[in-house]
């Protein structure tokens, strides 16, 4: 049995493939450790009960000592019933032949109806992060749609951008991926992302001292610029090709990368990416939901302020808040 007070999660999408893989790694203790009890509220449309009873099946005979209790409904006003935590996840995906911007409008509808559920039955407080696509947009409406919740409490995913690019670093500088620091996804979700490696170092430490590289010196300009920054933001988009499914369990370990660090701050002098309100900040409009290197300290993330920023990355960025700006723009009678 776990020592601390049973905090509440729910997961919408809970049968999908994502929930899958979320639901077991957050019960068994991967997102908040073994002495934190969790009730699992797991939501699901009213065709994929069955399967989500299924799953709640499954998860009974884990045997998880830090699961409570499960709850499964199809019904917003039980499922986010005193949340402390919200894992969006359900929505529709997107397939080989439709574009993301194709998803907006469907699954804009859904996101509005959880933000006014949220704002209704949730816990004033609750973390929200929105991994259903278009996941900044869809983050955007369910905080509009919230105004009792603080907007810093809306945030979407782009932890797996983040992972990805430092994956790849990693590869071609030959360290280990944990050596690699200070990496950045700016923007969107999507095509239009940057994964900017302009402050990214990769760092050894040795028994007395520590070593750090600039990641910018050990790779060429034109890999950077013609093989990194598509890769990654095609990186999605290839793994839907070759499983014919988009990435899941990947997508489960970014989700509790991306809680963890929020709720129990980043280490080692290093940022991550997230989602979350633009303050301006990198003359982002105000409001969209934009990724940023950020912090995170007592449950709170802040942006990184003041960076040079080069030509090269001021135009990049500026195309990924223009993308936003649009899907800000195709939703606005939601928000
Ligand atoms: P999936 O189709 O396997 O599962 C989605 C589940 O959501 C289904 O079981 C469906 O019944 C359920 N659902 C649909 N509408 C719902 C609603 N209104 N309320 C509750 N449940 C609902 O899809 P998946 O592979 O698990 O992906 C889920 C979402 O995550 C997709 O939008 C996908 O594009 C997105 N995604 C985002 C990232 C990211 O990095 N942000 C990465 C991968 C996938
Ligand atoms: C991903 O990044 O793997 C997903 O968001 C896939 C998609 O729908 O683009």
Redesign the pocket.
Known sequence: MSTKKAVRIAI?????????QLAFRIASGQLFGKDQSIILQL???T??IE?LKGVAMELDDCSFDTLDKIIVT?KLEIGFKDINYAFL??????TADIE?KD?LLG?AK?FS??GKSLNMFADNNVKVL????P?NTNALIARENAPNIDPKNFT??????HNRAKAQIAIKTNAHVSEIKKMIIWGN?SATQYPDISYCVKRKRGPISIHEEKIIELVNQEWYREKFIPLVQQR?TEIIKARG????A??AS?AIDHMRDWVQGTSDNDWVSMGVASDGSYSISEGVVFSYPVICNNGEYSIIKNLDIDEFSNDKIGLTNNELREERSAVEELL
């Open positions: 919408t999408g809970a049968a999908g493939q994502i929930g899958y939501i699901e449309i065709p994929a399967a199809d996840v359900g929505a529709k995906p997107r993301r998803l699954n859904i109806e959880q929105v991994v259903g696509n996941a979407a995913m782009t932890r797996l951008d979700h999605g499914a988009s990435s899941a990947s997508a970014a």
